[in-house]
Each structure stands twice: as structure tokens, then as C-alpha cells.
């Protein structure tokens, strides 16, 4: 059950994470930050993104900044091993 698939996640990650260390795929400040602006929950009525709506979350504890770089990191890495 949850135990299960929790475990497998992060072995998943941690395969990854080594696979993308042994062939130094790293992911670049510019990369984090054109995935954080193109992420709709930071996007205001304008479809633009609001950095007003990016720094109230950070400042309400509704968003975790390294938690979020963490993921962009993993997603992107995983995208380039599995793309």
C-alpha cells in the first residue's frame, strides 16, 4: 500500500539522483527559474507570473522554496533520462 509506493519514490529518486551525478546532468539556476515561471499556480489574472503571489505563498508557508527547487531539480533531470 502507501508504504509500499512511498519506498519505491524514493528509490526511484535515489536511482536517479545517481544516474544523473554519474553522468554530471546538472540543472542550471536558469533552468529552475524558467520551470518556476512557467508553473500556472504562480501565474496571475494576466497569465503572466506574479512574483506578489509567488512571495506570499513563501511568506504564508503555503510554498517551500527548497522543497520546489528540489522537485524542478528532480523532474528536469528525469526528463532528461527518461526524454
Given amino acids: 500500500?502507501?508504504?509500499r509506493s512511498f519506498l519505491q519514490k524514493r528509490l526511484d529518486d535515489a536511482a536517479l539522483s545517481k544516474f544523473a551525478?554519474?553522468?554530471k546532468?546538472?540543472?542550471g539556476e536558469s533552468q529552475i527559474r524558467?520551470?518556476?515561471l512557467k508553473k500556472q499556480e504562480f501565474k496571475g489574472e494576466n497569465g503572466q507570473f506574479d512574483a506578489v503571489r509567488f512571495k506570499t505563498l513563501v511568506?504564508?508557508?503555503l510554498l517551500n522554496e527548497a522543497s520546489l527547487i528540489h522537485d524542478i531539480k528532480r523532474g528536469i533531470a528525469q526528463e532528461a533520462v527518461t526524454g
Fill in 1 to 3: 500500500g502507501f508504504e
Fill in 21 to 23: 551525478d554519474d553522468f
Fill in 25 to 27: 546532468l546538472g540543472v
Fill in 34 to 36: 524558467d520551470a518556476i
Fill in 59 to 61: 511568506e504564508r508557508g
